[in-house]
């Protein structure tokens, strides 16, 4: 939706990093429901729900229920919890469930900015960046931003990101002033979190 009225320049960013899959989101999240399928094993399908776009989370909630699920685990794909993201995800299943006579129970996994799994496939990332362009002067940790508002209003997304970037700087050895975290993507005309990427 938003594509159209982005400049060229970005539009054409947009279309280098296409797939022959098309979306890298679409793309990367359905190599995820594969792999995490697999992991899983027979008993316990696995459906994708994007909050906006398709597959819906509608539709992978019809999916899960029409084969027997009474008990639901909900992973939004977001590392750090913002009610802008994991929030929308709780928000979109509380709609689809509304209408509903009968509800699963849910286990919603809020976020896991800390995970030391999760930390450590960042600190592998990075590791490999290194290896294969050396180590830098400065690291620099870049978080999608949100406005400033919403965490003024109580979402406690920076804190969370900051957690996430604390505990890949000790993963990794690095002294606080190796790395700089920042923020990016913003849009609209109010204040969003800074440093700016």
Same mark, same amino acid.
């Given at each position: 939706v938003i594509l159209p009225f982005l400049s060229p320049r970005v539009a054409k960013l947009y279309q280098s990093i296409w797939t022959v899959d098309g979306s890298p989101l679409l793309a990367f999240s359905r190599r995820q429901e594969c792999a995490l399928s697999a992991r899983l094993g027979d008993d316990i399908p696995v459906a994708l729900g994007m909050s906006y776009g398709s597959p819906s989370l509608p539709s992978a909630l019809d999916s899960l229920l029409s084969q027997g699920v009474t008990q639901l685990v909900v992973l939004p794909l977001y590392p750090q919890y913002s009610c802008s993201t994991t929030g929308a995800v709780w928000d979109g299943l509380a709609d689809a469930l509304r209408s509903r006579r009968q509800v699963p129970g849910i286990r919603f996994i809020r976020d896991y900015a800390t995970h030391p799994t999760y930390i450590d496939a &960042?600190?592998?990332?990075?590791? *490999?960046?290194?290896? &294969?362009? #050396?180590? !830098?002067?400065? =690291?620099?940790?870049?978080?999608? #931003?949100?406005?400033?508002?919403? @965490? $003024?209003?109580?979402?406690?997304?920076? =804190?969370?990101?900051? *957690? $996430?970037?604390? *505990? =890949?700087?000790? @993963?990794? #050895? &690095? *002294?606080?002033?190796?790395?700089?975290?920042?923020?990016?993507?913003?849009? #609209?005309?109010?204040?969003? =979190?800074? !440093?700016?990427?």
């Open positions: &960042l600190k592998q990332r990075v590791e *490999a960046s290194f290896a &294969l362009h #050396g180590v !830098p002067d400065r =690291l620099v940790i870049s978080f999608h #931003g949100i406005p400033v508002r919403y @965490a $003024t209003e109580g979402d406690d997304y920076p =804190l969370r990101c900051q *957690a $996430t970037a604390q *505990a =890949l700087i000790a @993963a990794l #050895g &690095l *002294a606080p002033e190796q790395v700089q975290m920042t923020f990016q993507s913003r849009f #609209g005309r109010e204040p969003w =979190l800074t !440093p700016y990427t």
